[in-house]
């Protein structure tokens, strides 16, 4: 069974930093993409960024220049390193992986339970 662990969310004021965190267990044979998405109250599910096994990376609009996403390969880990953060940064944070479990040959995609981010203004 594959599993996603996010870590690292909490209370933080506007202008602070926080870095997420997020595990993949399983019997897992390869992970491709790997990424985050916000879910604020009352809002659609919103990209925040991703990045490929090779270290390719995408951003979404709100986090571009204030989020820098990384990936241990070896440790089956994704990063999302988030700077100046402001109150409409706040959600759950939930991470995302295509992953290809050893009994397969193709990948799935999985998600994580989420992490909450709170910024007070």
């Known amino acids: 069974q594959v599993q996603l662990v996010e870590s690292g969310g909490g209370l933080v004021q506007a202008g602070g930093s926080l870095r997420l965190s997020c595990v993949v267990s399983?019997?897992?044979?390869?992970?491709?993409?790997m990424g985050w998405y916000r879910q604020a109250p009352g809002k659609a599910r919103e990209f925040v960024a991703s990045?490929?096994?090779?270290?390719?990376?995408k951003f979404g609009d709100s986090a571009k220049g204030r989020l820098t996403i990384s990936r241990d390969n070896a440790k089956n880990m994704v990063f999302l390193q988030m700077n100046s953060l402001k109150p409409e940064d706040t959600g759950d944070y939930l991470c995302?992986?295509?992953?290809?479990?050893?009994?397969?040959?193709?990948?799935?995609?999985?998600w994580g339970q989420g992490t909450q981010v709170t910024v007070s203004s």
């Open positions: 399983g019997p897992i044979r390869h992970i491709g993409a």
């Open positions: 995302n992986a295509d992953v290809v479990v050893r009994t397969s040959l193709r990948a799935a995609n999985y």
């Open positions: 990045i490929e096994s090779g270290g390719t990376t």
